[in-house]
Structure formats: structure tokens, C-alpha cells
């Protein structure tokens, strides 16, 4: 049985790599006997009505290519809608957390592969007020590093952009007041920074937040208290040697729900774009996407196309957990 795709790509993402393979794109997904269409974004949020008009026409199935910040947009546009066709990713950006924390191939022609096995996964995503998250909510001056760097200095540069906007900011930094609520607990300090994970990979370290996992429900939690520049500078280096933060002036936690208020002005960041200002309320969405992945666990961000995980042998049907599973492929 045929099944119909849309496509949503950014033709900026991954040095532009989308806008040349596209027709290779289209043949690969046809050859495994998805009717494509695509949609290219011209603009903040058009991914996010691409999504939601994709669903409401019937797609099967709707494929977002770009970055962290496209997939996002695609994921928001699928959250509010009833039916939510399930979600392959081709993972084109500068960091793709949730490709890595999915395993899925950072190859194009290795994602399409799992797609193609039609085993769909539901994963939580996180709410912030009325906008949603995939990977990651964070606030504090160097937060708004991601989207702050010009598009055209990360097709050129890659990840190597967002350490060279890191470091013109350091000297900028400041403490923040902010009160914290959970279901949990109440507490009020002075923090540099804050993050919230779904998953673990959070901006492409795997190691500040092992343990998240992203379809348990909770939220992993990072609040750093104020510090000097040296003990920041000292604290990220473990970051980006991908040792595991353990230090007293990192506060961690777990909880499904986190309310955040401050007297300072504070801008959000949802999986690397701007996603409105302090006070927040986030809370999480239990298995409310479904994403195309290995059934087996064993593929591999770093994967490539042949190179070891499930093969392909099948074309894609209704098998328990695979596509065609119920009206929207997940719960809820």
C-alpha cells in the first residue's frame, strides 16, 4: 500500500546540504514506496504550519530535514492536533540532539532506512507556557548564544560558530534571581544559567544529562549558581571533554512540572530558538510524538547507510509498533 509523505526541509540547514540532495532524497524515499511531497521553509514558523497543514490534509507520514530549530517547529505544529502523523527526522542541522539521543544516523540515507522499517517510537515533548520543546529549555545570558548566530556563520563554521559566540559572551555574564517551584520543592537563589533536558543530549554533550531519558515522563534539570568566570570556564570544560558534571554549584533534579519566575528580564531558549521570556511554567507531555526509529536500539547517530544496525528488508506496514499502528501513532 502506498503512503503518502510530506517532506519539510530547510534549505539552509547543514551547510545547505538539503537544497543539493534533495532529488536523491526524494528517490530514496519513493524506491521504499512513499509518495512524497515536500515543503521548503521560507521563514520563522512556516515549519510549524507546514506540520499542522500536513496533518490535516492526511499525510501518513510528515519527514522534517534540517536542524534542532526546524524539527521543533515541525513538532509544535504536530502537538496540538488530535491526529499527529508519526515523525521521521533527517537530522541536517549543527547539533541534532534528538537524532543523537534517538540514535538516529546523522547519514540521510541511513535515516530514511529507518523510516522505511516503519517502527515508530512515542516520545515525551515539553511544554513552556503556550510553545513547545523537543530537547531542551534553558534561559541566562549564554543561552542566547544559539539563536544568535548568523545562519550563514553556521553553514560555514558548523559547531565551531556556537563556541566562538561563547566566548565573545563569557565576559558578559551575570547572576540571575530566580524562584523555582516544583511539584517537589521551592527554592529562590542566584543562578548563571539554567536548563531543562527531555533527552540526553543536550546541545551535542551526551554526558551532562546521562541519565534523561526521553520518553520517562520527567524532565532533568540544571540550575547553576553564581560563580566566578574561572569556575564557569571550569565547569564547561567538563562539558566539552564529556566528563560527567558532579559540583556543588550545579543544582540537579527530576520532576514533570517547573514553574520559573524572576524579577530580571529573561529570555528563553527552546531547542535553540528564542522561546519568550521568564515567569514559565514547563511541564511535560508524556508519549505525545511518535518518531521513526531502530526497533533494535542498536543504530547509531554516527552510523552510516550499510554500515551495521537493523537492515532493511521490509517494506514499511502495519506491524505492532510500526506505522499504520492507530490513528496517530502514539498516546494521548
Avoid at 530558538?273 to 554516527?302: A, M, N, Q, W
Wanted: with cysteine; proline share 5%.
Amino acid at each position: 500500500m502506498v503512503k503518502r509523505a510530506r517532506l519539510i526541509y530547510n534549505p539552509t540547514s547543514g551547510r545547505e546540504e538539503m537544497r543539493r540532495r534533495l532529488p536523491d532524497v526524494l528517490q530514496r524515499l519513493e524506491g521504499y514506496g512513499f509518495e512524497t511531497s515536500t515543503h521548503a521553509t521560507i521563514g520563522e514558523g512556516d515549519a510549524r504550519l507546514a506540520a499542522a497543514e500536513a496533518a490535516r490534509r492526511g499525510f501518513d507520514i510528515v519527514v522534517a530535514a534540517g536542524g534542532d530549530g526546524t524539527l521543533n517547529e515541525v513538532v509544535s505544529g504536530l502537538a496540538e492536533l488530535e491526529r499527529r502523523p508519526p515523525l521521521g527526522v533527517l537530522p541536517l542541522g549543527t547539533t541534532n540532539d534528538l537524532a543523537r539521543a534517538l540514535g538516529i544516523p546523522r547519514s540521510w540515507e541511513a535515516a530514511i532506512d529507518l523510516i522505511a522499517e516503519g517502527y515508530v517510537k512515542p516520545i515525551d515533548i515539553g511544554q513552556v507556557n503556550q510553545r513547545y520543546f523537543v530537547n531542551i529549555a534553558g534561559g541566562g545570558s549564554l543561552t542566547e548564544l544559539t539563536y544568535e548566530v548568523p545562519s550563514k556563520m553556521k553553514t560555514m563554521l558548523g559547531q565551531l560558530a556556537y563556541y566562538m559566540k561563547g566566548f565573545e559572551k563569557l565576559p558578559r555574564l551575570r547572576p540571575i534571581r530566580m524562584k523555582v517551584t516544583t511539584d517537589e520543592a521551592t527554592f529562590e537563589d542566584e543562578y548563571m544559567i539554567f536548563l531543562i533536558a527531555n533527552s540526553n543530549s543536550v546541545g551535542g554533550f551526551e554526558k551532562l544529562a546521562p541519565d534523561a531519558a526521553i520518553d520517562d515522563g520527567y524532565m532533568d534539570a540544571f540550575f547553576l549558581k553564581r560563580c566566578t568566570l574561572a569556575d564557569f570556564i571550569r565547569l564547561a570544560t567538563m562539558v566539552v571533554r564529556g566528563e560527567r558534571v558532579q559540583d556543588p554549584l550545579l543544582v540537579q533534579f527530576r520532576s514533570k512540572r517547573i514553574a520559573i519566575e524572576s524579577p530580571d528580564y529573561v529570555q528563553l531558549n527552546l531547542d535553540g530558538e528564542f522561546g519568550g521570556t521568564l515567569p514559565c511554567d514547563i511541564s511535560v507531555l508524556p508519549k505525545h510524538v511518535g518518531v521513526f526509529v531502530d526497533p533494535t536500539g542498536r543504530s547509531s547517530y554516527h552510523r552510516q547507510a550499510g554500515s551495521g544496525g537493523s537492515a532493511v528488508t521490509v517494506h514499511p506496514t502495519g506491524t505492532p509498533g510500526a506505522l499504520g499502528q492507530s490513528s496517530n501513532g502514539v498516546e494521548g
